[in-house]
Structure formats: structure tokens, C-alpha cells
């Protein structure tokens, strides 16, 4: 099917391009909340809290608190772009009509390596916990069924798995309600030495910037997928401010539980020396609180979160930037194709999960490494996506709301910037690895031309 779009020249006046309307307008703004939730996890530190908290010197709820803030103006800066440039590109989007077609390519480039790899990671994680408690069970076989079970969901409709976050992210919000009150009751009884404290907020005999953005680094690990709401551009039907204000929604309910949860946990277990077992620290503090009942409540509720729900948005929101790129010719424009029936991009859908499990078999034993080139990729691409913004509509559309366009998204390059300096030296090789491959990829496209953008 041919693409309809403007003329070149248009897009480097700061006009944004036309496509064919092709996939279903169905999601409302709630449905966009609940997708930017679900993504996020709103129980996400349950299964990082021994990492963080180690990492701040037990000021947990700070490193939160931080990483929402940094967050919080690149959020803003996706509202911006996602209001000009209604598309479902995400960063890939935003950087080729708001700077150029070659910032375009690798913005995508840059955020495929954190899309990409995410579901992979979820689906271990979520896989070797249950192969822990079910050891007759292989691995292998847990990371088919979460695949599969997603890759249907996705492939019936962006409606069937926005019904399917709801359900979800109510078990989510229920298991949290429960550790927080069963976590103040604790600390009311003094469980463990437990006494409230401000602590975990700021303790300053371990204070020190550097110790803290070193754990901020770790906690916004649970803050990537705010941005995947603007994936779904061209499947919302609340207009172009809908998925602005989703995004910014999203993510400061989302930080408020973060701090909640991770302070009342920083209560209970005060000492953060004295963990027993750093990755299931959390575990070991749900069984203080509430028993063991609580303690396997979490582990579960954990293993679902990050291997259905999140795994499921997060396939659902690469195949969207992948079906964007090869609407482009950037990637092979078989992926663009729509399902007939159920209008969702079916072939990227199905390339994401075959791609996802090639990539849970080479990194069973390397989950740190995979996590490592995740940040790389997305902060890498909010550096990005904050020029963008400053070109599109400064230098582009001769703004003159200097604060909105200007102020905000400088402040929030330098606050991503900071963070990106602190990720570690594995993150930045392999990372560095990823966009050789994109400058090779991206040569190959212009020498023998196949990023041709107009279907003739």
C-alpha cells in the first residue's frame, strides 16, 4: 500500500508528515495511563529494591525520588514532540522531523536497543524465578509459554491487550495496598528494630551525590517505559494532547508509589548491610511484614508483572517503532504490514518474540550485561529526544516560548546526561558496539538506497 506523505521540504519547515491512517484509533486516555503503568510496574522495585538500596547507602527512597525528577523533564519533552509529530516512532519520530532524517534513523537505532532487549530480559527474570520454584520445569519451556502468550495477546488487537493491562495492573495495585499496609502495621510494632525515620530519604552520615546518582542509575531501570506511550500515537483516539498528558501522568503516579513502597521497606530492614541475599532482599522484608504468605504473594506477583504484563507492553510498543522504521524503509518493509482483520502490525509482533527468544538463550547467564545495553539505549535516545525538541521548535518553528522549548528539555539533557556518565563501563562498550552496527547499517541504506520514503 502506497504511503501518503508530504513533501520533504514541508517536514524540514517543521511540518510533520502524513500517513495513511492504517492502524485502529481505540485507546482512550485512561487506556494510555494504564499502558504507561503497566510498563513501568508499579511494583517494579520489589525485584532491584537489595540493588538500590545497597547502592544509596539505604537512602532507597531518594535514589526514587531523583530518578522521577530526571524523568519528569523528559517526559516533558515527549509531550512536546508527541503533540507536533502524532506517529507512532516514538524517538524515531521525533528526531527525524524535528532535527533530520539521519538523527531519525539512529534515534530509532538507539531506542531498539532498549525496546528490543527489554522483553527478552523480562522473560528471563520472570523465567529463571520460576524455575526456582519449580525446578522440574526447564526454563526454556517457562520463556515459550510467556512468549507465546504474548505474542497472541498482541497480535489480536491493541483493544484485547489494553483489557488485558487492566485486569493486570488491579492484581498489581492490590499485592501493593497489601505489602504497604501489612509494611506501617510492621513498623508500628517495631518488626525488626523497624521505627519510622527519614532516613531513607536523606541519611547524612552516607550522604554523598556521587553514592546516590551511582543507585539513581539502577532505580531509573524501573521508571524506562513512560515513553512507550507514545508508541501507540496513531492507536489513540483522545487527540494529540492524550498522550502527552499519559505519559506525565503515568510516571509521577507511578514515582509517588516507588518512594512509598521503598520507604516503608527502608523501615522495616533499616540495616541495608545485612541482607541476606541482595536480589531477593525485598522478599525477605514482605516476610517480616506479613509472613510467608506475603513473602511468595510478592515473588508471584513479581514473576506475572514482569513476565506477562510488562513483557507484553513492551512487545506491543518495539513493534510499533519497528512497523514506523520499515513504513520508512529503514528496516524491511515487510515489517510494516498490517493484519487485515485485527489492524496491528503482526509481522514486527512476530519478530519481536522470535528475536526475544534468541536473545533469552545467548544472555541466560548474562542478565546484568542485557540489562546494561537497555540503559545505554534509552538514555542514549532521551539525549536525543531533547535536542530534538530545542530544534524542532526553536530553531525550526521560530518559537518564542523559550522555557517550554528551550529551558526544560536543556535541564533535562543535562539531568539524563549525568546519568548516562554514571552507567557503567559495560553499558558504554556494548552500547558503543550497537551504534557501530547502526552507522554500518545506516551506510548500507544510502549506498544502495533501499530507505526510499515515497512508495511510487
Known amino acids: ?92 519520530a521525533y528526531a527525524q522531523h524535528g532535527i533530520n532524517d539521519t538523527a531519525g534513523f539512529f534515534g530509532g537505532w538507539l531506542i531498539l536497543l532498549d525496546y528490543i532487549f527489554v522483553p527478552a530480559l523480562l522473560y528471563l527474570v520472570s523465567a529463571a524465578a520460576l524455575a526456582d520454584i519449580v525446578p522440574e520445569i526447564p526454563i526454556i519451556v517457562w520463556l515459550l509459554i510467556f512468549i507465546g502468550i504474548n505474542t497472541v495477546i498482541n497480535v489480536l488487537g491493541i483493544e484485547f491487550t489494553a483489557k ?100 516503608v521497606a527502608a523501615l522495616i530492614w533499616p540495616d541495608f548491610t545485612t541482607f541476606e541475599n541482595v536480589d531477593t532482599a525485598f522478599y525477605q522484608i514482605a ?22 504484563a510488562d513483557a507484553l507492553v513492551a512487545q506491543a510498543a518495539i513493534s510499533r517503532i519497528i512497523f514506523s522504521m520499515a513504513r520508512d524503509r529503514k528496516l524491511p518493509h515487510v515489517l510494516s504490514k498490517v493484519h487485515p482483520k485485527f489492524k496491528t502490525p503482526f509481522i514486527a509482533t512476530i519478530v519481536v518474540a522470535v528475536i526475544s527468544f534468541i536473545v533469552t538463550m545467548f544472555f541466560s547467564a548474562q542478565i546484568g550485561q542485557l540489562a546494561s545495553v537497555i540503559n545505554f539505549g534509552a538514555l542514549t535516545a532521551f539525549l536525543l529526544l531533547h535536542v530534538s525538541v530545542i530544534n524542532f521548535y526553536i530553531r525550526k518553528k521560530k518559537s518564542t516560548n523559550y522555557f517550554s522549548h528551550l529551558v526544560l528539555p536543556a535541564i533535562g539533557f543535562l539531568i539524563i546526561g549525568y546519568v548516562w556518565i554514571n552507567l557503567d563501563i559495560l553499558a558504554k562498550k556494548l552500547g558503543f558496539i550497537w551504534l557501530g552496527i547502526g552507522i554500518i547499517y545506516f551506510i548500507y541504506l544510502k549506498v544502495t538506497k533501499k530507505d526510499t520514503k515515497l512508495e511510487q
Do not use: C
Request: glycine share 10%; no cysteine.
Open 164 to 263: 488485558t493491562n487492566k485486569y493486570i495492573l488491579i492484581a498489581e495495585l492490590i499485592v501493593l495496598v497489601i505489602f504497604v499496609v501489612a509494611g506501617i502495621i510492621a513498623v508500628a510494632q517495631h518488626a525488626n528494630g523497624a521505627e519510622f525515620t527519614f532516613k531513607p530519604l536523606y541519611d547524612k552520615e552516607h550522604f554523598s551525590m556521587a553514592t546516590v546518582m551511582g543507585a539513581v542509575s539502577i532505580a531509573v531501570l524501573s521508571f524506562l517505559g513512560f515513553d512507550a506511550v507514545s508508541t501507540l500515537a496513531e492507536e489513540s483516539k483522545g487527540g494529540r494532547k492524550a498522550i502527552g498528558n499519559a505519559i506525565i501522568g503515568a510516571l509521577l503516579l507511578v514515582g509517588v508509589m516507588f518512594i512509598i513502597q521503598t520507604w
Open 1 to 92: 500500500m502506497a504511503i501518503e506523505k508530504l513533501s520533504q521540504e514541508a517536514n524540514l519547515n517543521g511540518k510533520a508528515p502524513e500517513y495513511k491512517q492504517e492502524l485502529k484509533r481505540a485507546l482512550t486516555f485512561w487506556d494510555l495511563m494504564i499502558y504507561g503503568l503497566i510498563f513501568m510496574v508499579p511494583i517494579a522495585p520489589f525485584g532491584i529494591y537489595g540493588e538500590v538500596a545497597t547502592g544509596a547507602q539505604g537512602m532507597v527512597a531518594l535514589a526514587y525520588v531523583i530518578g522521577m525528577i530526571g524523568m519528569i523533564f523528559t517526559a516533558l519533552s515527549y509531550a512536546r514532540m508527541s503533540e507536533a509529530i502524532p506517529y507512532s516512532g516514538s524517538v524515531y
Open 287 to 308: 516476610e517480616i511484614a506479613g509472613g510467608t504468605w506475603l513473602k511468595w504473594t510478592t515473588i508471584i506477583a513479581t514473576v506475572i508483572a514482569w513476565g506477562i
